[in-house]
């Protein structure tokens, strides 16, 4: 018989970020996060993490902990790990991030009780993939200097947050990203907060220039994801939907009618099903996939990371929040080396 779930355990957790994390919502400096822990019997347990975003500020942690309080889920076996999961949706989906967390750690712990990582559940396709690194809306100063010591430290794709709202001091602090570090690849994140056309005017100010620009993230606000296509047309930038692609039907939608050439797939937004399902989706159109994460400690980004290699179906990736965040040393299943993310050997 397969081990019973004793207990979910939810433990508020703050994380401070390195540096104040600064988009077009607006900026934090402590990430607050729910750890949600599900103990089997025979003493395994499972992980996984719940993150505030910036991006859904009606999404905070004591709505995350309500929403999973509900779900019971003492006494059942594990092995029914993804039936419980659709169960936990039913029941916490309107707070994707928590129902995630949950879902992730219901497979954590039935793939740890079968001794099979979850790396490998998810197909163990490769060992490693390479991040991207995110460069906050500081002032252009800081920004280089931010960049300076990435490109150091080996990563060759930065994300730049830009706010919309001071296209002047956006595109500075892209010229200061691009002079620090003239090697990265650059991807653009406006976090909803340009206009199409105000977006379309950005797209040929960074083209005049030159710049190494590879995309550009949810320029325009969530409703708009319409005007998508337009802005890659004029803009000649491809468009990655992010907010406008919370949910697996809101992908479904841009893929179907091929909106945007990028999705960014969050765990936290969809959780493992419903990637797995805009995974399968988005190769019978050829839309091309991004992973991404929120606040997470390494820990629970861990989930992603074995997502994003075992399935090896994402062309970008940026999980780079364990490396915005202080969290305290702890066993993990992944190391980091620059911008590579490996998936341990004993793993
Ligand atoms: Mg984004």
């Known amino acids: 018989m397969s081990p019973r779930i ?53 999404e905070k942690r004591a709505d ?29 989906g309107r707070h994707p991030a928590a129902a995630a967390a949950l879902e992730c750690a219901l497979l954590d712990a039935y793939t740890r009780s079968r001794g099979v990582s979850l790396w490998k559940w998810f197909g163990g396709k490769k060992r490693s993939v390479t991040t991207s690194l995110t460069i906050s809306a500081w002032p252009p100063r800081v920004a280089g200097q931010a960049a300076r010591q990435a490109a150091r430290r080996g990563f060759r794709r930065l994300k730049v947050k830009l706010t919309g709202k001071a296209p002047d001091a956006d595109l500075d602090r ?46 325009v606000p969530r409703g708009e994801w319409r005007g998508f296509r337009e802005i890659e047309r004029q803009g000649k930038i491809p468009v990655v939907a992010d907010e406008s692609a919370r949910t697996v039907s809101d992908a479904r939608r841009i893929i179907r009618k091929q909106a945007a050439s990028v999705i960014n797939v969050k765990l936290a937004k ?29 820990a629970g980004l861990w989930p992603s990371v074995a997502l994003a ?39």
């Open 6 to 58: 004793a207990a979910v355990e939810l433990i508020p957790w703050n994380l401070p970020m390195r540096r104040p994390f600064v988009t077009a919502h607006g900026s934090k400096k402590v990430s607050h996060n729910l750890r949600v822990v599900v103990h089997l019997e025979n003493g395994t347990h499972g992980y996984g993490e719940a993150s505030e975003s910036l991006a859904w500020p009606d």
């Open 64 to 92: 995350f902990t309500r929403a999973l309080l509900n779900v019971n889920l003492a006494g059942k076996e594990i092995q029914a790990a993804r039936r419980l999961s659709e169960k936990v949706w039913q029941t916490a």
């Open 174 to 219: 892209v010229l200061a990203v691009h002079r620090a570090a003239p090697k990265a690849m650059l991807w653009l994140d406006g976090n909803q907060g340009f206009t199409r056309e105000g977006a379309i005017r950005f797209c040929s100010r960074v083209r005049e220039r030159r710049l190494p620009v590879e995309l550009f993230e949810q320029p």
């Open 270 to 298: 969809c959780g493992v099903a419903g990637a797995l399902e805009i995974i399968r989706l988005a190769k019978k159109t050829g839309t091309r996939l991004m992973i991404g994460c929120m606040a997470e400690s390494a």
């Open 309 to 347: 290699c075992g399935t090896g179906a994402f062309h970008y990736i940026d999980l780079d929040s364990h490396l915005l965040v202080i969290s305290p040393p702890g066993p993990i299943d992944f190391e980091t080396r620059g911008g590579r993310l490996s998936v341990k050997n004993r793993t």
